[in-house]
């Protein structure tokens, strides 16, 4: 299992170049740097030197040649909109993202995973049909729009959470179950269907007929064996999750990676924006990793090999 | 069931608890932005990055909410010749670490600025000038390659900074933590998030009226607003003109708007048919019904171009130009002498959120056009397209554009000459009258100057003018003696809240 | 066994009731809709719908901010979100289908390739994807079904290369090879209905998806341009005026929820009836 996580580790350097290259292209052709960051008052000798400096002068493959040899001496340039390196810029914003991504998967998991065993354990009766719809319908919200009926209801009428902004844990409340609100259906089905599966095997059966509680049989022997296809079902969401980000960090004003983003994308800050597509592609095989593990460790089956 | 139920009334139950509220002897002002810029360097151009600047920098001249140009760091000025102006210094000024300021800052200052490696992006506010020479420790002569009359106005966007400091900690800190002479003293940096700041007890205008000053970037206007009136924030910007009435009448927050030097303008490619004909361009004039533009879509706020580029505040703007009537039969006979092609789609091309309401009114406008039969759309291309296109020149027949004059015409009236390579539509005796107007020291020649080139781009529209474009606040009522800016800059330093 | 009421077929017949009465409303547009959807009334913007006070029966659901008739233009958008949903569904299910279906046949350096490929396209947000072509190459109808068929190929290529790699060794394939059929003859007339069940499903929860993401590259400027009336357009128009004129983004979201959540409905009872584990129950 391991094994073919770092088999796929291998390939993330080659897609990485070819996603770069077709990133300078598109925003390289799409939109001049020198109009996006010099403003109309610009004098002649400005856009000289910056042309210069980011040898605009040059063919666009010589220009990403001279790119890819700064980013691989460790290099990954100068962000112009921050006036720092970009690779800095990321990591800045990375951990609030992270932090947001982790909250609204702890809430998606804890929630979906109880909602679906509850699920399963009513099978198309009335509680089951409740929380499936329920979800189905949640699922079917834009998450923009559901963010800001969140805020309308929570922060204005009740008062009881911050509208936006990072800071304690009640500012990160609200984003994180709305984006949490993405995964929570599909986490939802996958616990019921597998906890279907699981409480008619063998054992289960057994461990009823010993005459454990039922709580004790969903807990202890049912939930640890249904898990699997949720963990690997969030390790594969994580990607997804990081690009919902982008619009709950700007409906919140989480200042993270996603809005750091589109903001570069706009300014066609290639660096940053280079730099932002490995950061977050090093965090979804990092969370891939993860989850390989945590599968070998529930099951152990699965080995590491 | 059961446990689902418990662990999300444990969820729940956790969020229900509401945070500790700030300490109440410390007096904090947070204002709730629309964006932020990258960072705090001086120079990016742009009112949202000056807002911040300014707040721990001074210029040496500075304007005011409405506009007006006062002195700052500078006490007064004069010309020594065509081409040197004398900056006679206040004296006693503190910068935030203690040092005193003196002339040698701005002469730093000033080289900083026009070396190209800089890329500083207000350089352009002060092309002309090519070095400052210290006279006294507090004198300093600024000297221009040629006449320039705008000096003293283009120096207030130009923050001053601490040589010391650079000297001290380099290029790369001051862009995180600056160190200037303003009414605020910065304290901590959050790209995208905050900037926290407190008052400079030993501010040379007196000190803050609040202890601590927070800016927030919040994006989503709603977001915004939300934050406004759940009490979060004092003080809101860029506050959609629709939701007013709902601000006010929340009886917590008031709406403050002023109206800026900006220009909101749809400008024509008059190379190419149907515009390169003068008629064409009249009768799109009287086809559009500014007047319900205004009230309905800005909602009262903000002018209506006099049938020119400047706002009648203006230094230059011509009294007896006014704006063409809403008169839809005489555009369509216009449009009939000119033999126009109505089959033809006319597509107009606007950025999203530059402008307030900005595709609203283009796509108003293309209402209004197509009851004269003319099949106008609206094409909304993000920003960097958008620059990218603008320059080629090649923006398609009619683009929508905001030209800020800065309360002086030469800021506005330089984009339509050939130099400034931003303007398709060329006119020799508007070139000769910019000439003139720039080289002379004399403020009646450039008034004379000015009001005649207002009258020519009211004869050949080269742009349809259609309003002044108004900034709009909203603050709470706790919060006294804030002013909206008509430059957009925060100037919070006599602001209190109860 | 026992009938439940809340079953797989009470969730296909719901579903499968909202997408036909949805699709109608699209085909019966220009009939149903009272006003025009792109005409402005500058004087009577922002009129709240009838049930709220100050509005009135001239325009059901009220109007927007330039006095568009809000009715007529839900009734509009039902065409665009449906054709671009089913649309960029289409586009991504035939070329993951291909890419799959050639991946597992083939195997070998083609299938690593193919796979390796998706795997990293995987492995970036799909979203950011979007956003840069959409930034990149601006809004047109033809660009955002471009944009976002392509950021979905590859669900359908992991999707279609693992059933055909475990069909590939089954019997009837193997005869077939060994009677001497083609690739081509394989691929389509075995592998290919075996899967066709399978990825209806994928592909019906991915129309809902796709109007998702309509509605999410509007909310950042980069959808159908205006006047267009998609529902992702006038939600996004409606958001900053949520608190003057909640009406415009709450109608538009309804709708939203309404056909997305009768697809998901449909696609999820359709898994349950097609799946075959399911069926032994």
Not at chain 2, 174 to 185: A, D, E, L, N, S
Not at chain 3, 165 to 193: I, T, W
Request: a positive charge; one cysteine or more; hydrophobic letters at 50%.
């Amino acid at each position: 299992m391991l094994k073919f996580t770092l088999r796929r580790l291998a390939y993330v350097p080659v897609s990485l170049l070819f996603v770069s290259a077709v990133l300078f292209t598109v925003l390289r052709l799409t939109g001049n740097p020198i109009d996006t960051y010099l403003d109309i008052n610009r004098t002649d000798e400005q856009v000289a030197a910056l042309t210069k400096r980011l040898h605009l002068d040059q063919s666009l493959p010589v220009q990403f040649l001279i790119y890819l040899k700064d980013v691989l001496s460790g290099d990954f340039g100068q962000s112009l909109q921050f006036g720092e390196p970009a690779i800095h810029v990321v990591l800045e914003r990375a951990g609030a993202s992270i932090q947001l991504v982790t909250a609204a998967l702890l809430i998606a998991a804890i929630i979906g995973i109880l909602a679906g065993m509850a699920c399963a354990v009513f099978k198309d009766k009335l509680p089951d049909f409740l929380i499936s719809t329920l979800a189905v319908a949640a699922q079917s919200m834009p998450s923009f729009w559901l963010g800001i009926l969140l805020i309308q209801f929570f922060a204005v009428q009740l008062r009881w959470l911050p509208t936006s902004g990072r800071g304690g844990w009640e500012n990160l409340v609200l984003p994180a179950f709305t984006l949490a609100a993405y995964l929570l259906p599909n986490i939802i089905l996958i616990t019921r269907t597998s906890m279907l599966e699981t409480l008619r095997e063998q054992f289960v059966v057994t461990a009823i007929a010993k005459g454990l509680s039922g709580r004790q049989v969903l807990f202890r022997h049912a939930l640890p064996n249904a898990l699997n296809p949720i963990i690997s079902f969030i390790g594969l969401q994580i990607g997804r999750l990081m690009g919902g980000a982008i619009i709950t960090e700007t409906i919140f004003a989480w200042p993270g990676i996603g809005r750091l983003m589109i903001g570069s994308i706009f300014q066609r800050d290639v660096p940053v924006v280079i730099a932002g597509v490995l950061i977050v592609s090093v965090v979804i095989v990092v969370a891939n990793l993860a989850v390989d593990i945590l599968l070998s460790i529930n099951d152990p089956r699965i080995r590491l090999d | 069931m059961g446990i689902a139920a418990c662990s999300l009334a444990f969820v729940l139950g956790g969020v229900i608890l509401v945070s500790a509220p700030a300490s109440a002897q410390q007096k904090v002002l947070t204002v709730g932005a629309a964006t932020f810029p990258s960072s705090l360097q001086t120079g990016v151009a742009s009112f949202t990055s000056e807002s911040l600047i300014l707040q721990t920098y001074d210029p040496l001249v500075m304007r005011d909410n409405e506009g007006n140009f006062v002195p700052a760091l500078a006490e007064s000025w004069e010309s020594k010749s065509d081409t040197v102006w004398r900056f006679h210094l206040r004296k006693g000024v503190k910068w935030h670490d203690g040092k005193e300021f003196t002339a040698e800052d701005v002469k730093f200052t000033i080289d900083r600025v026009i070396d190209p490696q800089t890329a500083y992006g207000y350089l352009g506010r002060i092309g002309q000038v090519n070095g400052a020479t210290v006279v006294d420790p507090y004198t300093v002569d600024i000297s221009t390659k040629a006449v320039f009359p705008i000096l003293s106005k283009g120096l207030a966007d130009i923050a001053i900074e601490a040589k010391h400091y650079y000297d001290e900690v380099g290029v790369e800190v001051p862009k995180r933590k600056p160190m200037g002479t303003g009414p605020f003293i910065a304290v901590n940096w959050v790209p995208g998030d905050r900037y926290e700041l407190t008052a400079n007890k030993n501010y040379w205008r007196g000190a803050p009226k609040v202890d601590k000053l927070v800016i927030r970037q919040i994006p989503e206007a709603a977001t915004r607003i939300a934050a406004l009136i759940s009490g979060e924030v004092q003080i809101i910007e860029e506050v959609p003109v629709d939701v007013i009435a709902e601000i006010e009448s929340s009886k917590r927050a008031r709406v403050i708007s002023i109206p800026t030097s900006a220009a909101m303008v749809l400008t024509y490619d008059t190379r190419r048919p149907p515009f390169d004909n003068p008629k064409v361009r009249e009768a799109l004039d009287y086809a559009v019904d500014k007047e319900v533009i205004r009230n309905e879509i800005l909602k009262g706020k903000g002018e209506i171009l006099q049938g020119q580029l400047l706002t009648a505040r203006t230094f230059g703007y011509n009294p007896n130009v006014k704006a063409r009537p809403f008169d839809p039969a005489k555009a369509k006979q216009l449009l009939k002498e000119a033999n126009f092609d109505f089959s033809k789609p006319v597509a107009i091309m606007t950025q999203s959120g530059k402008y307030l309401s900005d595709v609203d009114i283009s796509n108003a406008v293309a209402g209004m056009l197509r009851n004269v039969d003319i099949q106008a759309n609206v094409s909304v291309v993000e920003s960097a397209v958008y620059l990218k296109q603008w320059s080629a020149l090649e923006m398609g027949p009619i683009y929508m554009v905001g030209w800020y004059s800065l309360n002086d015409a030469d800021f506005a009236t330089i984009w339509y000459t050939e130099g400034a390579k931003r303007s398709v539509w060329k006119n020799a005796e508007y070139e000769k009258l910019f000439v003139e107007a720039r080289s002379t020291n004399d403020q009646a020649t450039r008034d004379k100057a000015y009001q005649r080139m207002m009258e020519i781009m009211h004869a050949e529209n080269p742009s349809m003018f259609l309003f002044g474009i108004p900034s709009v606040y909203a603050a709470s009522n706790k919060v006294k003696n804030f002013g909206a800016a008509a430059d957009k800059i925060l100037r919070l330093e006599a602001v209190s809240i109860d | 066994m026992k009938r439940s009421l809340f079953g797989k077929r009470f969730k296909i017949v719901l579903g499968a009731g909202i997408i036909v009465a949805m699709c109608l409303l699209a085909a019966l547009a220009p009939y149903l809709a009272p006003y025009d959807p792109l005409q402005q009334d500058l004087l009577r913007r922002l009129k709240p719908p009838f049930f709220m006070a100050g509005g009135t029966a001239k325009n059901l659901l009220g109007t927007d901010n330039y006095g568009r008739d809000l009715l007529s233009r839900l009734i509009f958008g039902t065409q665009t979100s449906i054709m671009v949903g089913t649309a960029s569904m289409a586009l991504s299910c035939i070329l993951g289908a291909i890419a799959g279906l050639i991946a597992g046949y083939k195997g070998g350096r083609i299938e690593q390739l193919i796979m390796r490929f998706a795997d990293a396209h995987m492995a970036f947000p799909d979203v950011l994807f979007a956003i840069i072509m959409a930034a990149a190459f601006g809004g047109s109808t033809f660009n955002l079904i471009l944009v976002l068929g392509i950021s979905g190929w590859m669900i359908y290529a992991r999707l279609v290369f693992g059933l055909v790699r475990s069909l590939k060794h089954r019997s009837f394939v193997e005869a077939a090879v060994s009677y001497g059929g083609g690739d081509r003859y394989v691929m389509s007339r075995h592998l290919l209905p075996q899967i066709v069940p399978i990825l209806t499903v994928v592909a019906t929860l991915q129309v809902a998806q796709m109007i998702l993401q309509e509605a999410a590259l509007s909310f950042l400027g980069l959808g159908l341009p205006p006047p267009a009336p998609t529902w992702g357009n006038i939600l996004a128009e409606g958001r900053d005026r949520m608190f003057g004129a909640p009406w415009i983004a709450n109608c538009a979201g309804i709708a939203i929820i309404l056909i997305v959540f009768g697809i998901n409905m449909f696609g999820n009872g359709l898994r349950e009836y097609l799946d075959p584990q399911a069926k032994q129950r």
